[in-house]
């Protein structure tokens, strides 16, 4: 099913989101029943905790409260997690761990074909932005690609930051094969009605050389959204 909304985030270092993010989130949160968020550290049971609590105080504080919100993790059986999907008005995907974790949980609970059923927004974090590709890298793991959620196109780095070099260099390796899209904290790609906007600083690292996005990559990358 294509989505209504779909949002991919770097991080929020200061845990708020920018003005400009919270103006476009109360333009398009008009239903807020439920929000569900999957981990990224399935067994961190305390943390996920904490995280889940915060992340939702994050929307609250903007005027965005979620009558219910939840965390599915492994304590979640596979028909609550599903149930919780299905009947979501967000998703939101967390970051904080390992993006092969967070996939093999989603399909451990049954929760691959609930995301792409759901009417609920799609969104994302760190490495729940880097799932949410059809192809991605976890840089920080191997350099070696590997099936996404694939609900976009746009396969991201998050915490992008031009005085990391260690960072920087593994950005660049993976744009050896492939378009990549280096995310500065605070930034965000918003997809909807088959038209893309970004909020923050953004960059496009292709054949090892980084440069900012430019309105030309945005219309690149809204010719291959779905129709």
């Known amino acids: ?23 476009r989130l109360r333009e398009e949160l008009r239903e807020r029943r439920s929000i569900v968020f999957i981990t990224a550290r399935p067994t961190d049971y305390a943390q996920n905790d904490d995280d889940c609590d915060g ?60 995301l792409h059923c759901c009417r609920a927004a799609i969104f994302g974090v760190s490495a729940g932005s880097m799932n949410l590709a059809r192809t991605t890298v976890d840089f920080v793991d191997s350099m070696e690609p590997f099936d996404g ?22 950005t660049l390796r993976m744009s050896e ?15 909807k009605e088959g038209r893309i906007c970004t909020v ?7 054949n090892g050389a980084l440069r900012p996005l430019v309105d030309e990559d945005i219309k690149e990358l809204e010719r291959r959204l779905p129709v």
Not at 149 to 170: E, N, S, Y
Not at 177 to 191: L, N, P, Q, T
Request: charged share 30%; with cysteine; hydrophobic share 40%.
């Open 149 to 170: 959620l694939g609900f976009t196109d746009i396969t991201v780095t998050c915490h992008h930051d031009p005085q990391d070099p260690w960072r920087m260099g593994k």
């Open 55 to 114: 992340m939702h105080e994050m929307f609250a504080e903007q005027g965005l409260p979620f009558e219910k919100h939840c965390v599915i993790d492994k304590r979640t059986d596979s028909a609550s997690a599903r149930e919780l999907v299905l009947n979501a008005d967000c998703v939101f995907l967390m970051g904080g761990g390992a993006c092969l974790e967070q996939l093999d949980l989603i399909r451990e609970k049954g929760c691959f074909d609930a």
């Open 177 to 191: 094969d492939r378009a990549v899209y280096a995310m500065e904290d605070m930034s965000a790609f918003f997809i």
């Open 1 to 23: 099913m294509k989505k209504e909304l779909i949002a991919l985030f770097s991080g929020f270092p200061e845990h708020h989101f920018s003005e400009e993010i919270a103006k």
């Open 200 to 206: 923050g600083n953004i960059f496009r690292a292709e």
